[in-house]
C-alpha cells in the first residue's frame, strides 16, 4: 500500500511562487513516472508536468518556462516549482505516482489528495 501526501499548496499574489511537495509512503519497491495535474471545478482534471525516472521532463505549454517539476528519488519526493504565478493557475493540484511496491510487480497509479493553490490578481 502507497500513500501520496501533497503539501505547499496556498494563496499567492499574482507574480509570486509556490513550492508543492509530494511525499509518498509505504510499501513503495520503486517509483516510475511522476506528474502533477490540476483540475478547476466544471474541467477535467490535466496533467500539468510529468517526470520519468530518468528525469526525462514535459509541461503543457502554459507552464513552460514557469514551472520545474523534479524528483528526489532516494527521498520518495517529488516537487512542483511554480513562478510567475498567474490567476489561472488557481486549482487543486494533485501528485500522481506510478508505483512498483514490494508485494507484485506491477505498476499501479496512485494519487495524492490535493492542495489547493490560489492566486489572486
Known amino acids: 500500500q502507497v500513500q501520496l501526501v501533497e503539501s505547499g499548496g496556498g494563496l499567492v499574489q499574482a507574480g509570486g511562487s509556490l513550492r508543492l511537495s509530494c511525499a509518498a509512503s509505504?510499501?513503495?519497491?520503486?517509483?516510475?513516472?511522476m506528474g502533477w495535474y490540476r483540475q478547476v471545478p466544471g474541467k477535467q482534471r490535466e496533467l500539468v508536468a510529468a517526470?520519468?525516472?530518468?528525469?526525462?521532463?514535459n509541461y503543457i505549454d502554459s507552464v513552460k518556462g514557469r514551472f520545474t517539476i523534479s524528483r528526489d528519488n532516494a527521498k520518495n519526493m517529488g516537487n512542483l516549482q511554480m513562478k510567475s504565478l498567474k490567476p489561472e493557475d488557481t486549482a487543486v493540484y494533485y501528485c500522481?505516482?506510478?508505483?512498483?511496491?514490494?508485494?507484485?510487480?506491477?505498476?499501479?497509479?496512485?494519487w495524492g489528495q490535493g492542495t489547493q493553490v490560489t492566486v489572486s490578481s
Open positions: 509505504g510499501s513503495i519497491f520503486s517509483i516510475n513516472a
Open positions: 517526470i520519468t525516472t530518468g528525469g526525462r521532463t
Open positions: 500522481n505516482a506510478r508505483v512498483v511496491v514490494t508485494t507484485d510487480l506491477n505498476e499501479d497509479d496512485y
